[in-house]
């Protein structure tokens, strides 16, 4: 048999897997049996920093460390919905927060359309003008957000 390749996430649940087929499809299983226990924790546990405030709390004092949940919610707080660079640039903040160190232009218009919100016109030039700023970084064929970018947004370092 050949080997086979998977790569699954549901909220903080992920997995990846490469080998044989049956072996792939055993593991999964038994991930997937413990999915609906694994979310119910991410639900009902609080969001707590190491400051002791409440991580759904972000006012001025955000923490890099801070994982939001709500894209759009995140781009209303950081006022960031007309404005394609900083529609761009806070959507890829909200990525690298939850735990996307590498970005690519793709990753920020699948999470928009995932999440129901209009689409950048041209996400590759939003990039290159986030870049230009200091906001983004890139390497290679993906990039990252910057402190400064992460200031931009209001969030500390």
């Given at each position: 048999?050949?080997?086979?390749?998977?790569?699954i996430?549901?909220?903080?649940v992920?997995?990846?897997?490469?080998?044989?087929?049956?072996?792939l499809?055993?593991?999964?299983?038994?991930?997937?049996?413990?999915?609906?226990?694994?979310?119910?924790?991410?639900?009902?546990?609080?969001a707590?920093?190491?400051?002791?405030?409440?991580?759904?709390?972000?006012?001025?004092?955000?923490?890099?460390?801070?994982?939001?949940?709500?894209?759009?919610a995140?781009?209303k707080?950081?006022?960031?919905?007309?404005n394609?660079?900083?529609?761009f640039l806070a959507?890829?903040?909200?990525?690298?927060?939850?735990g996307?160190?590498?970005?690519?232009?793709?990753?920020?218009?699948?999470?928009l359309?995932?999440?129901?919100?209009?689409?950048?016109?041209?996400?590759?030039?939003?990039?290159?003008?986030?870049?230009?700023k200091g906001?983004?970084?890139?390497e290679?064929?993906?990039?990252?957000?910057?402190?400064?970018?992460?200031t931009?947004?209001?969030?500390?370092s």
């Amino acid at each position: 048999m050949s080997d086979s390749k998977i790569q699954i996430k549901i909220g903080i649940v992920e997995f990846s897997g490469e080998g044989n087929q049956d072996w792939l499809a055993s593991q999964l299983d038994k991930i997937l049996t413990k999915v609906p226990e694994l979310l119910k924790i991410e639900l009902n546990s609080p969001a707590i920093t190491p400051s002791g405030a409440s991580k759904g709390a972000t006012s001025n004092g955000e923490q890099k460390g801070d994982k939001p949940s709500n894209l759009p919610a995140y781009l209303k707080e950081k006022n960031a919905t007309t404005n394609q660079v900083k529609k761009f640039l806070a959507t890829a903040a909200f990525l690298q927060l939850n735990g996307k160190n590498r970005l690519g232009t793709s990753d920020i218009s699948d999470a928009l359309k995932t999440a129901n919100q209009t689409k950048l016109k041209n996400a590759s030039d939003c990039l290159n003008q986030n870049v230009k700023k200091g906001h983004c970084e890139k390497e290679g064929k993906d990039f990252f957000v910057t402190s400064n970018g992460f200031t931009e947004l209001g969030i500390e370092s």
